[in-house]
Each structure stands twice: as structure tokens, then as C-alpha cells.
């Protein structure tokens, strides 16, 4: 006759109040943070390398194309 501890014990646990866990969702919020910045860090350097590689290479392109 297990089944009676059984409900009764579901039954505590579906009555008591919800406790908020803050600390594991600002742990989770600080660590999407960090994340998302070190992303941004990197995708910055890379943009900035590209932009300046282009940029070179376009200027190449057109003094090569006024000296012809």
C-alpha cells in the first residue's frame, strides 16, 4: 500500500510555493552576455581585416587602371 505516501507526497510538492533560483538566471544571463561579446569581438576583428584587405586591393585596382 505504497500508494497513498505516494499522492500524499505529489501532493506536497504541487502545493508549495514556486522558489525562484536567481542566481542560476543571472548566471545564465551573464554568461549569454559574455558569450554574445566575445562573438562580437571576434567577428569585429575579422570585418576589420577584410575591410582593410579590400579596401588595399581596391585602391591597387585603380591606380592600376589610370597608369594603362
Same mark, same amino acid.
Given at each position: 500500500m505504497h500508494a *497513498? #505516501?505516494?499522492? +500524499? +507526497?505529489? #501532493? /506536497?510538492?504541487v502545493h +508549495? *510555493? +514556486? @522558489? =525562484?533560483?536567481?542566481? /542560476? =538566471?543571472?548566471?545564465?544571463c551573464v554568461t549569454v552576455l559574455l558569450l554574445t561579446g566575445f562573438l562580437a569581438t571576434i567577428l569585429m576583428r575579422v570585418l576589420k581585416a577584410d575591410f582593410i584587405k579590400y579596401s588595399r586591393?581596391?585602391?591597387?585596382?585603380? @591606380?592600376?587602371?589610370?597608369?594603362?
Open positions: *497513498p #505516501k505516494h499522492t +500524499a +507526497a505529489l #501532493k /506536497s510538492c +508549495a *510555493p +514556486a @522558489q =525562484i533560483h536567481w542566481f /542560476s =538566471i543571472i548566471n545564465s586591393d581596391d585602391r591597387e585596382y585603380i @591606380q592600376h587602371a589610370h597608369t594603362c
